[in-house]
């Protein structure tokens, strides 16, 4: 390698620095930003493959429980909190960046282009696609049209130019570009939004029972997932109480036991001295409560039971949450009585509409409670609540447990437990309402981009960037005018505005108008 190749070879070498400006000039192009966008909606389609943590952790552990294989890869990866994945972020992340580079510049550029005057006049203009000529007597033509056309011009709205005694420029649409950018704009504020909200709101599920009530304390949700900079001392005190959940199922047709509807009616206070309201929580009706939003996404059934010991005594007296396993409502739930000795575990399957087939066994074949049952399994011995090692209430730890019967029973009947051990009587059954609760400081900002950005989207499609000249050329004792225009974009037809023109050229000179349209070149 000689020296002169040397040389070239280190001036072509980009270094560090060079290598950073290249992808930043590549980050912060239009097309780039195309394509983040693509894959920004490419990576949001697991959230509505796979249930999320954010909306409901009991199928999240459910649909765990049904794939041990692949279900705990996929939570490694983040798909089942796909909103807030490393990979989601750092798309998104890009996408705004690369907006924001892409904007700036183009702000610039566009507010040049705002104060400049429209170009000069081409030499010829009837040689545009869009042009116009026709010869006039009237003497001194230049003097008598340009300037009155240019008045004329600026009143409907163009910039206008005149170069004296030759021709006039005008140009108009310059709030194309302008909308352009707003709707660029818009999605940056729709993107600091959505991370402004995720960031310090937060989002939570509370199982309410009929007839209890639940309080907006960290203790009482089932599941919070509050915002990486939430701090839950803000969580804004509120008390809500179920007072009754209607749901109307589909009873025929293809569609059999499908909900039909939900309506959930409870009472509320928005503080610890706030006067109680009623409302009625429905499908797309959320209730908003201070700053919080609260959705009914879920229902299920809470059986009660009426456990005594063998001296009779009673040692729990509640309803319990069992959670649904599959479309008719046939759901699984654990009841644990530590004060017994020894200690008792029930173990159940109930179901609205029960039924036993040898293929499935204890079922439910509708949702609705036309005959409830509950199949129960007694379970005695130590139910590990005294390891300390914290425990589904919704799973029995049967390690140290020994089963001593199973029954079957209809709201009413008590099972008299084997051994002495004690009874148990189904008293009947209540319903829950699963609530979603949500509290987005960032939406109203999102709300605000979204109505931006419709109206960037307006202008950017229907103003048009357009641009006419007029010319007069000397030829003796006549004179000759000489029209053309061009639109800014391929699909500006601009030959309105010819016509515009023109008729108002021979306006501006006395003559006729008829005539000289029919003989319009455009």
Not at 277 to 286: C, F, H, L, T
Not at 298 to 323: C, E, M, R
Not at 329 to 345: A, R
Not at 496 to 509: A, F, K, N, P
Request: aromatic share 10%; net charge negative.
């Amino acid at each position: 390698m000689t020296e002169n190749d040397s040389a070239i070879t280190s001036e072509i070498s980009l270094g560090p620095l060079g290598w950073l400006r290249w992808f930043w000039r590549q980050l912060t192009t239009m097309r780039v930003a195309l394509q983040l966008l693509f894959l920004l909606a490419i990576a949001a389609i697991p959230g509505s493959l796979f249930p999320q943590r954010t909306t409901s952790v009991m199928q999240v552990q459910r649909y765990l429980d049904q794939n041990p294989t692949t279900g705990p890869w996929l939570d490694r990866l983040g798909f089942f909190d796909v909103y807030g994945s490393v990979w989601f972020s750092a798309i998104y992340l890009l996408l705004m960046t690369s907006l924001v580079g892409c904007i700036i510049p183009r702000m610039g550029v566009h507010w040049r282009a705002m104060r400049s005057a429209p170009p000069a006049a081409p030499r010829n203009l009837t040689k545009l696609e869009y042009s116009s000529a026709f010869d006039t007597s009237h003497p001194s033509a230049a003097q008598s049209l340009l300037e009155p056309l240019a008045e004329e011009l600026r009143a409907r709205r163009w910039r206008v130019v005149v170069e004296p005694g030759e021709y006039v420029a005008a140009e108009r649409g310059y709030l194309r570009e302008t909308g352009n950018l707003i709707f660029h704009i818009a999605v940056v504020v729709i993107l600091v939004a959505v991370a402004f909200g995720s960031s310090f709101g937060y989002r939570g599920q509370i199982i309410v029972r009929e007839n209890t009530s639940a309080s907006n304390v960290l203790a009482q949700y089932d599941s919070f997932f509050p915002g990486r900079l939430f701090n839950t001392d803000n969580l804004r005190p509120f008390n809500i109480r179920l007072d009754d959940l209607k749901v109307q199922f589909e009873d025929e047709g293809t569609q059999i036991g499908a909900a039909r509807d939900f309506a959930a009616t409870v009472t509320f206070r928005e503080g610890p001295n706030a006067e109680v309201q009623k409302a009625v929580i429905g499908v797309n009706n959320p209730l908003n409560v201070g700053d919080a939003s609260l959705f009914l996404i879920g229902h299920g059934y809470a059986p009660h039971f009426l456990i005594k010991d063998g001296q009779g005594n009673v040692v729990f007296d509640d309803t319990v949450v069992f959670l649904p396993q599959d479309p008719n409502f046939t759901s699984t739930g654990v009841v644990k009585i530590p004060d017994m000795t020894p200690q008792l575990g029930i173990q159940a399957i109930f179901a609205p509409t029960g039924v036993v087939t040898e293929e499935r066994g204890p079922h439910s074949l509708f949702p609705d409670l036309i005959d409830p049952m509950l199949f129960m399994s007694a379970w005695t011995g130590d139910l590990g609540l005294d390891s300390g090692v914290p425990q589904n209430i919704y799973t029995l730890d049967k390690t140290k447990l020994t089963r001593i019967d199973f029954e079957e029973i209809s709201p009413g009947e008590t099972w008299e437990l084997p051994q002495g051990v004690g009874s148990v009587t189904f008293v009947g059954v209540e319903q829950f309402a699963t609530f979603n609760i949500a509290s987005d400081p960032g939406q109203i900002f999102a709300l605000a981009g979204a109505l931006l950005a419709i109206l960037g989207v307006i202008g950017s499609l229907y103003i048009q960037r357009r641009r006419v000249w007029v010319r007069v050329v000397p030829a003796g004792s006549s004179s000759r005018i000489e029209i053309g225009a061009m639109s800014r974009y391929e699909d500006g037809d601009v030959t309105d505005v010819i016509l515009e023109v023109e008729t108002s050229c021979r306006e501006l000179l006395g003559m006729p108008n008829s005539a000289g349209i029919e003989e319009s070149d455009a």
